[in-house]
């Protein structure tokens, strides 16, 4: 198997060593058939080369579409279809990876996909590498996950292995929190929001509405319909140290409060009861609005942002939520590194994302420990999510750490993988599966 491919693509045909005199019209012969064989293979490279070339006249990425589509002729692709069977216990923390199709654009500019998924949880990224004397060569990093989504898989997909399994949680008392990581434009919003149509955006095909639908399900089945429970959604971003109520007109900043029993609220924070999905999908709608309104360049404001969508279960007999479901659209990983940034404000930005994403691990990491240690003061995000990471196994986290295709995009994506490596670390397996 090859581990790396030069750009001579494989090891030509060996030559015999010599032998003695007796067998020398013998060697001649040999080594005729091998030289033979050996050009044959050079042709077939060559051709193979020049229809590739003249499929895609002026590629300047030829070499490496070629070497990652040789690479994917030995694997044995199983990609992700459907969850079935249905995993019968929840894992606590779930980590899982979605990558996006090559977009128009990057199709244009002729960018390669150098993301290969083989089955439902292994990935392998071929990284371009130049040797001494500029050969390219590609570098395979493998990694494993619990589940990899490809370009093919949709949001139900997606939603079914990574949310769906965290509602129950809600009702059984705890909080069930899922994020979704990544580099800008790795498909974060698409995922949670809902799928763009241009500018537009469906929020009814996003994991927020689906999961809204699955929580009104189970409150109406046989087990909690006595229960006289009320759902409540709250919709809100951090930017920052700041946060604002994304249901609130006019976006007051709303405060964040520890008491002396460590409780943390969100002084003000606008719980609107929903009676239907509908009621919900209104509320997303209403949400993204705020969180893009106002701004000259938007995007560039909601990358710096991570956005929180509560699903808040309320017993009629209870102060407070008796469960709740957290799901986060954090900002941009990449923007982390805008700490040097000239711009004194995007350093600042870039510093407090940083910080914020480090302690999310940290409290992911506390939590599958059981650690007693909670980081959870290192920012605001985990300061607003505590109570996703305390009270043990009550509490269930996924994180869908999403990543582009493209050869342009390799170190983003290396620095995601390796950061959902280190959330939940498992052993990559190797190609035969053991
Ligand atoms: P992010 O929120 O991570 O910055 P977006 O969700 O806004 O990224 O995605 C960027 C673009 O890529 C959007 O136009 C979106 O529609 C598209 N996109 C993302 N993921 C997918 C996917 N799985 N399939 C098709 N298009 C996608
Ligand atoms: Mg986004």
């Given at each position: ?11 030509p045909p ?23 064989r050996?050009?044959?293979w ?13 499929r895609d006249?002026?590629?300047p990425?030829?070499e ?18 459907s969850l079935?069977p249905?995993?019968?216990?929840v ?9 996006r ?7 244009n500019?002729?960018n ?11 990935l ?19 990694f ?6 490809d370009?093919?898989c ?9 949310a769906r399994?965290?509602i129950q ?6 909080n069930a ?11 974060k ?15 009814s ?7 809204t639908?699955?929580?009104f ?11 006289g429970?009320k759902i ?17 007109p ?10 002396g029993?460590q409780?943390?609220?969100?002084v ?9 999905v509908?009621?919900v ?7 993204n609005?705020e ?10 404001k909601s990358s710096?942002?991570?956005a ?23 900002a941009?990983n ?7 940034s000239?711009?004194r404000?995007?350093?600042i ?10 302690a ?5 990491r ?6 007693s ?18 009270g043990?196994?009550h509490?269930?986290?996924c ?15 290396l620095?995601?993988l390796?950061?959902a ?6 052993v ?6 053991t």
């Amino acid at each position: 198997r090859l581990s790396s491919a030069n750009i001579s693509m494989g090891t030509p045909p060996q030559q015999f060593p010599s032998m003695r005199c007796s067998s020398v019209v013998r060697e001649v012969e040999r080594m005729k058939e091998n030289r033979e064989r050996r050009r044959a293979w050079q042709s077939e490279q060559r051709k193979e080369k020049s229809a590739l070339m003249n499929r895609d006249p002026g590629n300047p990425n030829w070499e490496v579409a070629l070497m990652v589509r040789q690479y994917r002729e030995q694997l044995v692709m199983k990609p992700l279809r459907s969850l079935s069977p249905r995993p019968l216990c929840v894992q606590q923390i779930t980590v899982c990876v979605r990558k996006r199709p090559l977009n128009r654009r990057e199709m244009n500019a002729k960018n390669v996909d150098i993301i290969s998924i083989p089955n439902r949880d292994s990935l392998i990224v071929h990284e371009l590498r130049h040797k001494v004397d500029l050969t390219k060569f590609l570098e395979h990093h493998k990694f494993r996950f619990d589940y990899t989504f490809d370009e093919d898989c949709s949001n139900t997909l997606v939603y079914e292995c990574t949310a769906r399994p965290l509602i129950q949680t809600m009702f059984e008392g705890g909080n069930a929190t899922c994020f979704a990581y990544g580099q800008t434009g790795a498909g974060k919003t698409h995922t949670m929001g809902g799928e763009f149509y241009g500018k537009q955006q469906d929020c009814s095909t996003g994991i927020y509405a689906m999961a809204t639908r699955d929580v009104f399900a189970e409150l109406a089945s046989p087990s909690y319909r006595e229960l006289g429970a009320k759902i409540t959604c709250s919709y809100f971003e951090i930017y920052g140290s700041k946060v604002y109520d994304l249901l609130a007109p006019g976006k007051p900043l709303l405060r964040v409060l520890e008491d002396g029993r460590q409780q943390v609220q969100v002084v003000g924070l606008t719980e609107m009861p929903v009676s239907d999905v509908q009621d919900v999908l209104h509320l997303i709608e209403l949400g993204n609005r705020e969180r893009t309104s106002g701004q000259t360049s938007a995007n560039a404001k909601s990358s710096r942002s991570h956005a929180v969508f509560q699903i808040g279960l309320h017993k009629p007999d209870m102060w407070g939520t008796f469960g709740k479901c957290s799901f986060v659209d954090l900002a941009g990983n990449e923007r982390g590194a805008d700490t040097n940034s000239a711009d004194r404000q995007t350093r600042i930005e870039g510093a407090e994302i940083n910080k914020s994403l480090l302690a999310l691990k940290e409290c992911i990491r506390a939590l599958s420990r059981q650690s007693s240690h909670l980081p959870f003061r290192g920012s605001k995000l985990t300061q607003v999510l505590r109570d996703s990471f305390i009270g043990g196994e009550h509490n269930k986290t996924c994180m869908i750490a999403m990543i582009s295709p493209g050869l342009t995009s390799v170190e983003h994506t290396l620095n995601t993988l390796r950061y959902a490596d280190r959330v939940k670390e498992l052993v990559a397996k190797n190609d035969d599966g053991t």
